[in-house]
């Protein structure tokens, strides 16, 4: 159905093609997952499928593509949309109508299909995807997961013959990317649909996949294989087969089931054990101006978490103990038009601690986290961050004490090249020249200086947006969705980055679908359901007791209290 014929791609001014020689084929009616770290060229393999390389994003291609014998060079996009359905990192970007019910007909319509087959079809897919509720919503007003399943389910109404779909699941809370992926798999095995798929959170996909495509370093050879024997050899691989290598096991678990079933003589050597204890906010002398401790509790945490970072948070001058509330909620609402998102909300958050805000998609933690920015006013309630209300802050002076790194980082961007997005947020922050560029450098190494923003990855825009919020040292840091886009080892350097500001005192509220991020990082959890808590506490006691949110390998060894395959690393 597919197949790559020693295709190169490269882009205008680029070094090196992003593309190498890849030769590879995709049969009809298969799911094969594209794995491999952030910037290897998994997007621009996706959108040579659909024919955007080159005839929309420009660049040079050489070699043959064919989509069910359609050569994409002499094809134009349009004229593989009834074959090809294509969902890329940002689905903003694929929006053409306000409203959901109007953007999930609107491929049938381009199509000419008849007005009954349109009904039909867009009442199938509000239902597989559960956006039956949402039908008549713009979608302006849409959380990013709910945008995320509108995206998809655009794509699925004209049943296209083959799926493209980039980091599909990124932005969806777990259940919903549960729902989705069922979704596909029936699509798969009882239509025939072919699917190709990009994806970091492969603890979630990779066991629904028929074949995994590795994409290496530049010249490298495609791996394409099984599952298990491919995830034997990449880089990059989800907690369940990190804890079946330090096991030992062979073949290799994709799930959680496959692991739970082998992991009778682990549990029996961990009896007994427990993990270390979550370091807890305690109070620092001096507040929070000294330079980052010298352990970081996150493995893979870069070495430059001590010294660009020690750097930018020696002499931020403040007396705020370790132990007082950074931020304070008081029984906060928040109303969108008719829609109450948040009600009877309260939260403290600590200088030093990390929490993560986890929930459904459209639970309202984009909303609380721009309450806490001033982004947003509230219907009740009150919020207070360092002794300000936001709303009522002018935002020159709110950067110096809170700041935010959305779920969609371009908002944050408007310079033409990283290098003066870089220079600005130094200006703009008071920081010596480079401190924002090094902190880009540490958190996503190889993103070029002369590169237009939107020219990025997804996962490059991340670690530059929030390498701008960073260099103001904002004693309360919010991130949104911060792993989207982030392959582990990526991750591994936010997780070690983030860790080090909180070691130095600096308070992190994340909202993040990602819950091995959470498991590693946070301190405490809360769970957001209708714009409600209904769960606030530490991490190892709400996540385990959660099957929505339960990491891994606590699934794997419950009834024992483990959250990482660190901590089992650790205790044998």
């Known amino acids: 159905m597919i197949r790559f014929e020693n295709v190169t791609v490269t882009y205008a001014d680029a070094a090196a093609p992003t593309l190498d020689g890849v030769d590879l084929t995709v049969p009809e009616g298969e799911l094969v997952l594209l794995v491999g770290p952030s910037g290897v060229g998994k997007s621009t393999l996706l959108n040579a499928v659909s024919g955007l390389v080159p005839h929309f994003t420009g660049g040079t291609l050489r070699g043959r593509v064919t989509v069910d014998g359609r050569d994409t060079r002499t094809h134009r996009p349009r004229e593989l949309a009834d074959v090809v359905g294509t969902v890329g990192q940002d689905p903003l970007a694929h929006f053409v109508t306000d409203t959901v019910e109007d953007e999930l007909a609107y491929g049938m319509e381009s199509l000419g299909l008849a007005p009954p087959v349109m009904r039909r079809r867009v009442e199938e897919t509000l239902d597989l995807l559960g956006l039956a509720s949402l039908r008549d919503r713009p979608i302006a007003t849409l959380s990013g997961g709910q945008r995320q399943r509108v995206a998809i389910g655009s794509v699925l109404t004209p049943h296209p013959k083959v799926l493209v779909l980039d980091e599909p699941t990124s932005a969806l809370d777990p259940a919903a ?59 990059v691989h989800p907690p369940v087969v990190a804890l079946g290598r330090l096991a030992g096991w062979d073949p290799l678990p994709l799930s959680v089931r496959d692991a739970r079933r082998r992991a009778g003589g682990l549990r029996e050597r961990l009896a007994g054990a427990a993990p270390a204890p979550a370091p807890e906010p305690a109070p620092v002398p001096g507040g929070v101006a000294g330079p980052v401790p010298a352990a970081v509790p996150v493995p893979g945490a870069p070495s430059g978490a001590r010294g660009v970072l020690g ?64 982004m947003v006013e509230p219907a009740g309630g009150g919020v207070e961050v360092g002794g300000l209300v936001p709303h009522r802050t002018p935002p020159r002076e709110l950067i110096r004490h809170v700041g935010l790194v959305p779920q969609e980082p371009r908002d944050l961007l408007y310079a033409d090249t990283v290098a003066a997005e870089c220079a600005a947020a130094d200006a703009d922050a008071g920081a010596g020249p480079g401190a924002c560029r090094a902190l880009v450098t540490e958190l996503l190494p190889g993103v070029p200086d002369e590169a237009h923003p939107r020219d990025l990855s997804e996962g490059q825009r991340l670690a530059l947006a929030l390498a701008v919020v960073l260099t103001a040292r904002p004693p309360l840091l919010l991130l949104d969705e911060p792993t989207r886009g982030l392959d582990y080892a990526a991750k591994a ?79 044998l």
């Open 311 to 374: 750097r930018l948070l020696r002499g931020r001058a403040t007396a705020e103990p370790r132990t007082a509330a950074v931020a304070r909620v008081r029984d906060l609402a928040v109303r969108r038009g008719r829609v109450e998102a948040l009600r009877g909300v309260g939260l403290d958050v600590r200088a030093g601690e990390t929490v993560a805000l986890m929930g459904r998609n459209g639970a309202g933690k984009s909303t609380l986290l721009g309450a806490l920015v001033g």
């Open 493 to 571: 350097r936010l997780a070690g980055v983030l860790a080090g500001l909180a070691a130095a005192g600096h308070a992190i509220v994340m909202a993040t679908h990602d819950v091995e991020l959470a498991a590693e990082l946070a301190h405490r959890v809360v769970i957001l359901a209708e714009g409600e808590v209904v769960a606030d506490g530490p991490t190892h006691e709400v996540v385990v007791s959660s099957p929505s949110f339960a990491p891994q390998v606590a699934k794997v060894l419950a009834p024992q209290p483990w959250l990482t395959v660190s901590q089992v690393e650790a205790a």
């Open 177 to 235: 990317a549960e729902e989705v992926l069922a979704v596909l798999q029936r699509l798969v095995h009882d239509l025939g649909t072919t699917v190709l798929m990009a994806e970091h959170r492969l603890e979630r996909v990779v066991q629904y996949a028929d074949r995994v495509a590795l994409l290496g370093a530049q010249g490298a050879p495609v791996v394409l294989g099984p599952p298990a024997d491919v995830m034997a050899v990449s880089p």
